[in-house]
């Protein structure tokens, strides 16, 4: 009977860090002739799997129908210090957290590039920024690359320069590349609850 942890790291850059309990079986000669390992969750549990969901459509069929897993690969602190940095107007912090293009689908159905030199006139417009998170889930694909993303539910209240204020709560999925920078947003809003 063998407790271990285990690192894995998988041709597709993938990583996992189990604890496992083993079952060897040793021939009299010393050799191991079976083995059962233990580490997955039943499937009849009501929570805590370690996959879940399903993805419906796709441009790629190969994901298609895909499971997704809660990713940890920093996407909360990376949100975090985004929102921080915006709600600031650091245009040198929110630049380093975007991809060189990022792809923008916005809450009125335009699709956008955004490149990093453009922060500095999107910030131009605005006497104030408060963008305040609600929750954030962030996932990936099963057995897919690391590349992964985030759902994030917040407030936000942009206060332009003319007095105009916006006043929204959002949805919105934020698709990282695998150096763990922002390359696609796709937002979702309503307005704001009325008092």
């Known amino acids: 009977l063998v407790m271990a942890d285990e690192d894995r790291v998988y041709k597709n850059g993938s990583t996992q860090k189990l604890s496992v309990f083993e079952l060897f079986e040793v021939t009299p000669e010393g050799k191991i002739a079976s083995f059962n390992q233990y580490t997955q969750i039943p499937t009849t549990n009501e929570f805590g799997q370690t996959t879940g969901g399903k993805l419906y459509s796709s ?53 956008i590039t955004l490149t990093r ?49 916006w006043d929204k709560e959002l949805m919105e999925t934020f698709l990282f590349n695998r150096k763990g920078e922002i390359k696609e947003i796709i937002q979702f809003s309503r307005g704001a609850d009325k008092k």
Not at 66 to 71: D, G, K, N, V
């Open 59 to 111: 441009t790629d069929p190969k994901i298609n129908g895909s499971t997704f897993q809660f990713s940890n690969r920093g996407e909360i602190a990376t949100m975090e210090k985004f929102m921080k940095a915006y709600n600031e107007m650091d245009v040198t912090t929110c630049s380093a957290i975007l991809a060189e293009k990022v792809k923008l689908h916005d809450f009125d159905g335009n699709i």
């Open 117 to 165: 030199d453009m922060v500095p006139a999107i910030f131009a417009e605005y006497k104030s920024l408060d963008w305040q998170p609600l929750s954030m889930i962030p996932l990936k694909m099963t057995d897919t690359d690391p590349t992964s993303g985030i759902i994030v539910n917040a407030m936000e209240k942009r206060v332009l320069k003319d007095g105009t204020v």
